[in-house]
């Protein structure tokens, strides 16, 4: 099921990220959130639908949901129709929120680690853990300054909780994550977002000095690593064989090709889309199976066909 809404207004937060305040078109509140959620927005264009994840960074208590969106270079789909044809009174569909991150209810210490535009899933988590008493501290990294996304309302209202580090600065600081969570309390979760490799860096840190995996928490976003425009591939399902051209998901195609796989991320965290592989090889591009179920499975919204691939149409899981 899916949201109408439209765009109430837009903000430029720095150079490259613009904010934007959605409201229900029919003026309804939208749904509450659990503190770390994320929307898929549905936004029209002339090549059809364009759907991206993107991180709550606020619900107002009018029922208003805020995003922030970076412009990534060489964009041509997401981030670039969001940047340049996104105005107040735009109309699109969201879904409802849905949550990749959580805070853990039960942790003693909540330590967030943020890169960049990777501050957005923690701001209603560090609210949450404010409001509620919690033993919170955020490390968050970024060029300079005023790149750095809300940065005057971190520096407001999580002022000691909060350490600011600046790559390209004076002091040319980078987030020591393995001094810091060498630090922490037995009984700490770890959050981290932000790029694939700082990700993976503070989880190995992490893995390292003994944190259990299940206190360690992670949010990826695409990136220009995952490649969407590669080459084209054929998919067979059952005797049927569909073309997927390079600039084209996986998961849209079989969608569009009435098998309706059930999805949330869109960015291969979270494991909803998984499909069963009978024959080819595949191009995987995600962050959640094991190396073992890649021998297996595959997840569309992010991996692809080498050539020719076959799915095994019985274990579809269709909505
Ligand atoms: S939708 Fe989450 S992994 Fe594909």
Request: overall charge positive; aromatic content about 10%; glycine content about 6%.
């Amino acid at each position: 099921m899916k949201i109408p809404v439209s765009v109430e207004s837009v903000a430029m937060e720095t150079n490259d990220i613009k904010r934007f305040r959605i409201k229900h078109r029919f003026n309804e509140p939208l749904p509450e959130i659990h503190p770390g959620a994320h929307i898929l927005t549905y936004l029209p264009s002339n090549e059809g639908v364009i759907i991206r994840p993107y991180s709550l960074t606020n619900r107002t208590t009018d029922g208003r949901y805020e995003i922030a969106i970076k412009l990534v270079q060489k964009s041509r789909g997401g981030s670039f129709r969001w940047h340049h044809s996104v105005t107040v009174g735009t109309e699109l569909e969201i879904s409802f929120p849905k949550n990749i991150l959580k805070p853990e209810l039960l942790g003693r210490h909540h330590v967030f680690y943020a890169a960049g535009i990777g501050i957005t899933p923690f701001l209603t988590m560090l609210h949450w853990c404010k409001e509620t008493g919690r033993s919170f501290e955020l490390h968050y990294g970024a060029s300079i300054k005023e790149e750095c996304l809300f940065y005057g309302y971190l520096k407001e209202s999580f002022k000691s909780e909060t350490r600011f580090y600046f790559s390209r600065e004076r002091r040319k600081e980078r987030i020591d994550y393995y001094c810091s969570l060498q630090r922490h309390p037995i009984g700490t979760h770890v959050y981290i977002c932000g790029p694939p490799s700082f990700i993976e860096n503070i989880i190995n840190a992490a893995k390292n000095l003994g944190y259990p995996r299940e206190r360690i928490h992670f949010e990826a976003f695409r990136s220009n690593q995952i490649k969407t425009k590669t080459s084209p591939f054929k998919v067979k399902i059952e005797k049927k064989c569909v073309p997927v051209k390079e600039d084209q998901v996986l998961l849209d195609v079989l969608n569009e090709n009435g098998l309706s796989i059930p999805y949330s991320c869109r960015v291969g965290q979270c494991g909803t889309c998984e499909i069963t592989v009978k024959k080819g090889d595949v191009l995987h591009q995600d962050s959640f199976l094991t190396e073992k179920e890649k021998l297996s499975f595959m997840l569309p919204c992010v991996s692809r066909g080498k050539g020719l691939i076959e799915i095994d149409h019985n274990s579809l899981n269709l909505i």
